[in-house]
T-cell receptor, first 112, second 109 residues
Framework: IAGITQAPTSQILAAGRRMTLRCTQD?????MYWYRQDLGLGLRLIHYSNTAGTTGKGEVPDGYSVSRANTDDFPLTLASAVPSQTSVYFC???????????FGPGTRLTVL | GQNIDQPTEMTATEGAIVQINCTYQ??????LFWYQQHAGEAPTFLSY??LDGLEEKGRFSSFLSRSKGYSYLLLKELQMKDSASYLCAVMDSNYQLIWGAGTKLIIKP
């Protein structure tokens, strides 16, 4: 059982390029989340999905978009990357959206 | 605004006990979570408190006082592998987690 997987593990990206971070879970969890983690700051919620077919904006959604076509996948897209989007991105899921969240291994993204 | 405060860094000795404090001010309260995060890895769940009092789980215990907006994580019989960051997070009225910046715990032999 993999739990949650993310791809790629790391990426260096030129500013202005489009990038999709992939996230897949095999636990049949209803809720999924995207966070970014920056040094000295807490995890900040970018977007979330309470169930397949629905998405919502978190604390820092600008410059990012998500889709939730099915239960397992929750990709995060940067339409036109900027250096301030350099961060570690974590995908997470929870069964009901009201309980503990399980995290993927993260994607380290550098935008130059 | 919503705010979670915890110390930036703490140092403790192997075999000792350490208490990591967390204070919070949030829009609503639906539980408080503690996570452990080793350097370069993902956060992993440690404990959950929604009612006042102490929850014990092996060497780790977590305490909550809702009236004071306060929690602590107690780690006993410290081991070198406990060197990590400990993240406090509160679930607000929208069932979204608000995260503290984390406490980096350094264990010395």
């Amino acid at each position: 059982i993999a739990g949650i997987t993310q791809a790629p593990t790391s990426q260096i990206l030129a500013a202005g390029r489009r990038m999709t971070l992939r996230c897949t879970q095999d636990m049949r969890h209803n809720a999924m989340y995207w966070y970014r983690q920056d040094l000295g700051l807490g995890l900040r919620l970018i977007h979330y999905s309470n169930t397949a077919g629905t998405t919502g904006k978190g604390e820092v959604p600008d410059g990012y978009s998500v889709s939730r076509a099915n239960t397992d996948d929750f990709p995060l897209t940067l339409a036109s990357a900027v250096p301030s989007q350099t961060s570690v991105y974590f995908c997470a899921s929870s069964d009901s959206g009201r309980d503990e969240q399980f995290f993927g291994p993260g994607t380290r993204l550098t935008v130059l | 605004g919503q705010n979670i405060d915890q110390p930036t860094e703490m140092t403790a000795t192997e075999g000792a006990i350490v208490q990591i404090n967390c204070t919070y001010q949030t829009s609503g309260f639906n539980g408080l979570f503690w996570y452990q995060q080793h350097a370069g890895e993902a956060p992993t769940f440690l404990s959950y408190n929604v009612l006042d009092g102490l929850e014990e789980k092996g060497r780790f215990s977590s305490f909550l006082s809702r009236s004071k907006g306060y929690s602590y994580l107690l780690l006993k019989e410290l081991q070198m592998k406990d060197s990590a960051s400990y993240l406090c997070a509160v679930m607000d009225s929208n069932y979204q987690l608000i995260w503290g910046a984390g406490t980096k715990l350094i264990i010395k032999p």
